[in-house]
């Protein structure tokens, strides 16, 4: 497992047991009495092998024992935990893919629901399908107050899409999270560059804790956990080999977010430049959520 913790720190991993309570090692449970907030990964409670099973494995955050144990230790640490689950969607035949916020006294404050669904078709790599179980999110959630600063949550592949952080960014947005399972091909062509592209252009810290390894004979993901700084440096980073859990941690500094913002203001044309439809895009937008730049 990797994973940032602000302090931040991030933590990259492998799932855990889908069934199995949270059970952090003593490096994981040391920066639980040492940090200000603890950022994990997506689908955090397993990745499955195909579509089916990843339906059969979701259990809701009441009857998870994964969450319920993650809850037990953001009580007993007084610290926020944000973590990437799968959660059961209306009817049965699909799943949420969701990013939730448990707060200090182990209490579920925040939910976001993955909007930009990861379906590729990789030449000479990966081809998955997450449409065919997962059902997408249909809004974005406003930047909610915590210890380590107003907080913005996204999900992998949502990272590449600007008009998400964007919107945030507009609520004054100052960390935006990017918990994700990315696979090895993608990863190793985007993944830091679209981070930091992200951090740079909405001048926010951007966390993004990330799955590492292989999960099952048919998914290796690309670890590379990463903390960046508003200017786009970055903080900490972790490896994409898997042995055992990781945290890599960076304090977050919000006068950095404010400087930034004051020396280089970022302002928008919007009168001049428009949404503009194009039957050849090949990244589909989520007009129905964020219809204007």
């Known amino acids: 497992m990797q994973s940032p913790g602000v302090k931040s720190g991030s933590c990259g991993r492998k799932s855990w047991s889908p069934l199995g309570s949270f059970k952090p090692d003593s490096y994981i449970r040391h920066w639980l009495t040492e940090g200000e907030a603890l950022f994990l990964p997506e689908a955090s409670d397993y990745i499955a092998s195909s579509p089916a099973e990843t339906v ?50 182990g209490d579920i404050v925040q939910r976001y629901q993955k909007l930009h669904l990861f379906d590729v078709e990789i030449e000479n790599g990966p081809i998955l399908r997450e449409s065919k179980s997962v059902e997408k999110g249909m809004s974005i959630l406003s930047p909610f107050d915590t210890p380590v600063g107003l907080v913005g949550l996204t ?28 696979t090895v ?7 830091d560059i679209l981070l930091r592209a992200r951090a740079i252009e909405c001048q926010s810290y951007v966390i993004a804790a990330a799955q590492a390894g292989e999960h099952n004979s048919k998914r290796i993901s690309y670890g590379h956990s990463m903390i960046v700084s508003p200017w ?31 020396e280089m203001p970022l302002n928008r044309r919007t009168c001049v430049y428009t949404q503009t439809d194009s039957q050849n895009e090949r990244l589909t937008m989520r007009r129905d959520v964020y219809p204007e730049v």
């Open 232 to 262: 786009g440096e970055v903080l900490a980073q972790l490896g994409g080999d898997f042995t055992e859990p990781e945290i890599v941690t960076a304090d977050i500094d919000l006068d950095v977010v404010t400087r930034i913002k004051r």
């Open 155 to 182: 999900i992998c592949f949502d990272l590449r899409f600007p008009e998400i952080s964007l919107a945030l960014k507009r609520q004054n947005c100052q960390i935006i999270t990017y918990p994700s399972a990315f």
């Open 56 to 105: 059969s494995l979701v259990r809701s955050t009441k009857d998870s024992e994964f969450v319920k144990g993650l809850q037990d230790e953001a009580r007993a640490a007084n610290l926020p935990i944000n973590v990437g689950i799968h959660e059961p969607a209306d009817g049965g035949k699909k799943v949420k893919n969701t990013l939730i916020w448990i707060d200090g006294k």
């Open 185 to 191: 091909p993608t990863g190793r062509a985007h993944w």
